[in-house]
T-cell receptor
Framework: GENVEQHPSTLSVQEGDSAVIKCTYS??????FPWYKQELGKGPQLIID?????GEKKDQRIAVTLNKTAKHFSLHITETQPEDSAVYFC???????????FGKGTRLSVIA | SAVISQKPSRDICQRGTSLTIQCQVD?????MFWYRQQPGQSLTLIAT?????????ESGFVIDKFPISRPNLTFSTLTVSNMSPEDSSIYLC??????????FGEGSWLTVV
């Protein structure tokens, strides 16, 4: 089955700097890669996703890149703000009705 | 997007008791899943809730401990049976359609004492 590795487990950046979180997956049939942000006391909120027919997707300060050959995808947050502090999870999913498989999460701290 | 309502949002339960968590979606969805998130951990899939038939459980999760119902395309329940402190977790309902975005509810935060 699918296995998703996520790095780093914790990340501290200065406000205004960029943050990058990386994930690798094992199943070459996976074709959907979402990123979720989980704030304290809340459920995971989808922030961006990418499908296997696209190499990069951007939404304001957030971008995701996908390298299918290498089976890895990354989340990029530019101009970080204190409210970006949260736990971020990557996930991967194959075709059809298969469920998401999650990475172990990255705790991002943005220091003002 | 789908709006997902989970009840209860939080509960404190006595060990040995059972609790049923409800997941209600504002539109019909093909897929419904239940995840567990233990304190400080990632999300682990418990089972896929299948409409009108038995749920499909992941390794390490069994129907006697986590019975699931899904009577229609907008509603599902997860029961945590004979609870112990190790069951203290967030239980999350997740929904979507094949090939499309997967959404999560806010979770049900259970503490077993």
């Amino acid at each position: 089955g699918e296995n998703v590795e996520q790095h780093p487990s914790t990340l501290s950046v200065q406000e205004g700097d960029s943050a990058v979180i990386k994930c690798t997956y094992s199943d070459s049939a996976s074709n959907y890669f979402p990123w979720y942000k989980q704030e304290l006391g809340k459920g995971p909120q989808l922030i961006i996703d990418i499908r296997s027919n696209v190499g990069e997707k951007k939404d304001q300060r957030i971008a995701v890149t996908l390298n299918k050959t290498a089976k890895h995808f990354s989340l990029h947050i530019t101009e970080t703000q204190p409210e970006d502090s949260a736990v971020y999870f990557c996930a991967a999913r194959g075709s059809g009705n298969t469920p998401l498989v999650f990475g172990k999460g990255t705790r991002l701290s943005v220091i003002a | 997007s789908a709006v997902i309502s989970q009840k209860p949002s939080r509960d404190i339960c006595q060990r040995g008791t059972s609790l049923t968590i409800q997941c209600q979606v504002d539109s019909q969805v093909t897929m419904m899943f239940w995840y567990r998130q233990q304190p400080g951990q990632s999300l682990t899939l418990i089972a896929t809730a299948n409409q009108g038939s038995e749920a499909t459980y992941e390794s390490g999760f069994v129907i006697d401990k986590f019975p699931i119902s899904r009577p229609n395309l907008t509603f599902s329940t997860l029961t945590v049976s004979n609870m112990s402190p190790e069951d203290s977790s967030i239980y999350l309902c997740s929904v979507g359609h094949p090939g499309n975005t997967i959404y999560f509810g806010e979770g049900s935060w259970l503490t077993v004492v």
